[in-house]
């Protein structure tokens, strides 16, 4: 197995078998179905307030629709993030909830980005910006 790689399989709400591939060095998670990518979930690693005195993990870039809008909210992101805490033991934070507000380095979520940041959220998962 490469190194800094982790290899799990989770099953989605649709019952389907997913694989997910956490890069540790580059802080990547990406998701397989039947080795096709469905997306990946980027996060960098920041020290800041929200976590006073401990590093946390930014979510900066997710996009899980590579293979259609049928992959899309059956919570292979929520378990994307799950794992990613796992292997890292970073918290998380998420981009600006509100979607009137841009993010402090200008970024703002997109798309289905607000409902998932904010689900995050409700789970305990991560905390707004």
């Not at 799950?82 to 979520?109: A, F």
């Amino acid at each position: 197995m490469e190194t800094g790689l982790k290899r799990s399989t989770i099953t989605d709400s649709k019952r389907r078998k997913i694989q997910l591939v956490v890069d540790e060095d580059e802080l990547i998670i990406e998701a397989f179905y039947k080795k096709q990518s469905i997306g990946s979930i980027s996060f960098s690693v920041r020290d800041h307030d929200y976590y006073p005195g401990q590093d946390y993990l930014k979510l900066t870039w997710c996009f899980l629709d590579k293979l259609g809008t049928d992959f899309v909210r059956c919570g292979i992101g929520t378990k994307m993030v799950k794992r990613m805490l796992n292997v890292t033991g970073h918290k998380i934070v998420v981009l600006n909830c509100d979607e009137s507000n841009k993010s402090s380095d200008g970024s703002y979520p997109t798309g289905n980005a607000l409902q998932f940041f904010n689900s995050l959220v409700r789970k305990k998962l991560g905390v707004c910006e």
